[in-house]
């Protein structure tokens, strides 16, 4: 495995090797944390860690047992049915119950990955509580200094939106010197999603900003000040921005956010067309992500802006399906000026 210091360099690194159609898995964020394989060599665990990306679930996680250990069910199912056909029931059912051990202890790990998936469907939908419990039980399980930081991320987010500010910003403080060593800037990036859970737009804009400055202008944490310069800014700004942005750079998922922060610069100066296009182009971008609830309120977000787009050209059949389809995680994490206009225009509940 070959480290490298930031997105830019690791491209480098990998076209000196003679790879092409490179294309980055994680947010330069969660990159800079230390990386724990589970036991895995680097190219299985980058090979699992895309497949859970686009699949959750028991089925996901058997999927991926019965592809990463095939040889030992393979071996498994010949050796008990050739006991059967000995007659030997007791060496066939101990056969199975051998290849139950390490499913059973995978399966076991897998269940924190489930509650922690979870937890992000609780924080879409607005199910506060529940977060803070799903919160308290893996903090029980966990010991990893980063998936401790990241449950103290969301549940400093949780206590914004409960109009609990000072208690948000004493949780994120705790973590503050660890995320300074893990890399510039995360402390700041950390602080715009409590800054945006409190709906601080020009606070969050700022965070993004100062964010973005200290990472040296990774493309990833450009590409986030972009989106809340759009979003709540100057859409020229934005627009300069996204001129910086190396696509290369990104992690794969961040693809389709280029086209949406293209499209809201276009809705914000009344392209209506260029902007449906480009909205559009990001959910597109995004649908094959459509299952992981790490991405629902992204999802919802680019619902609403397509939504305005739509209204904008005549389309309110088109734009009432697609914002009712996201209205359970829109009506929570939505802008309120979207709310009321949707609220009004399509009668949906509060």
Same mark, same amino acid.
């Given at each position: 495995m070959q480290n490298a210091d930031s997105a830019a360099q690791a491209v480098v690194l990998l076209e000196e090797r003679g790879l092409t159609a490179i294309r980055l898995q994680s947010h330069i964020l969660t990159a800079s944390q230390p990386l724990d394989t589970h036991g895995l060599n680097e190219r299985d665990y980058a090979r699992h860690y895309h497949f859970f990306q686009q699949n959750q679930g028991w089925k996901a996680f058997f999927t991926a047992f019965t592809r990463q250990n095939w040889w030992l069910v393979l071996l498994a199912l010949v050796m008990a049915t050739w006991c059967l056909m000995r007659g030997d029931w007791l060496w066939a059912a101990l056969v199975l119950v051998l290849l139950l051990v390490p499913l059973a202890?995978?399966?076991w790990k897998y269940r924190d990955a489930l509650l922690f998936n979870q937890l992000l469907e609780a924080i879409a939908h607005g199910q506060w509580q529940r977060g803070l419990e799903c919160i308290n039980t893996l903090r029980r399980r966990m010991?990893?200094?980063? =998936? &401790?930081m990241e449950l103290a991320v969301h549940e400093a987010c949780i206590q914004a939106r409960l109009g609990r500010p000072d208690d948000a910003q004493v949780i994120l403080a705790?973590?503050?010197p660890l995320m300074d060593s893990f890399m510039p800037g995360m402390y700041s990036a950390h602080q715009a999603r409590v800054a945006l859970a409190q709906q601080r737009y020009d606070r969050v804009r700022d965070l993004h900003r100062q964010a973005m400055d200290a990472s040296g202008g990774d493309a990833?944490?450009?590409?986030d000040y972009a989106l809340m310069e759009a979003r709540y800014g100057s859409a020229a700004r934005a627009h300069c921005l996204l001129l910086e942005v190396a696509t290369v750079?990104?992690?794969?998922?961040g693809y389709a956010f280029v086209p949406w922060v293209e499209g809201i610069i =276009? &809705?914000?100066?009344q392209r209506t067309v260029d902007a449906r296009e480009k909205l559009q182009q990001a959910m597109s971008g995004m649908s094959g992500l459509a299952g992981n609830p790490a991405l629902w309120m992204t999802l919802a977000m680019v619902s609403s802006d397509l939504g305005k787009a739509l209204l904008g050209m005549g389309g309110e059949e088109q734009a009432r399906g697609m914002v009712s389809a996201a209205w359970p995680v829109l009506s929570v994490h939505g802008d309120p000026d979207d709310l009321a206009l949707f609220r009004d225009r399509f009668s949906l509940p509060a």
């Open positions: 202890w995978g399966a010991g990893d200094a980063s =998936a &401790l705790e973590w503050k990833a944490m450009t590409l750079e990104l992690p794969e998922y =276009a &809705l914000r100066q």
